[in-house]
């Protein structure tokens, strides 16, 4: 299954993500974007073998993976976890099971797919956004 967050645009090469995400048999891996000089996302590492290591916290780095807000996920095993009713995806489960069960197969992986990036859910972005698509 396919799942996207609202507030992002973001071309991403969904074949080649669903291909890794099979290959990796993964529970869920999610399209990583390489950014320069940012603070307002956090940091997601990743070990030699794509498993995500870690979530760092928002703050200002010179370069680094943030997380798309697009994310392949085995609905099977997602299924099998014990959530509640009302959670929030990236705290609730991917941190937690990031942190939890390291390497753990399946587990979550990170892809890095450096297309075009925008988070609309800021106003001067949003804006932004309708200007360059409408300029493509």
Do not use: W
């Amino acid at each position: 299954m396919l799942i996207c967050n609202g507030d992002t645009l973001y071309k991403i090469d969904i074949d080649a993500l669903s291909k890794f995400h099979k290959s990796m048999n993964a529970s869920c891996t999610l399209a990583l974007k390489p950014m320069r000089y940012f603070d307002r996302y956090g940091v997601i590492e990743l070990n030699e073998d794509h498993f995500v290591k870690s979530f760092k916290e928002k703050k200002y780095y010179t370069t680094g993976l943030i997380n798309g807000g697009v994310y392949a996920l085995n609905i099977s095993t997602f299924l099998n976890e014990n959530l509640p009713e009302k959670f929030s995806f990236e705290k609730d489960y991917l941190e937690k099971k990031v942190n939890a069960k390291k390497n753990e197969n399946p587990g979550i992986f990170g892809m890095i797919q450096d297309q075009y990036f925008i988070d609309i859910g800021i106003p001067e972005d949003y804006k932004k956004a309708q200007t360059e698509l409408l300029n493509e």
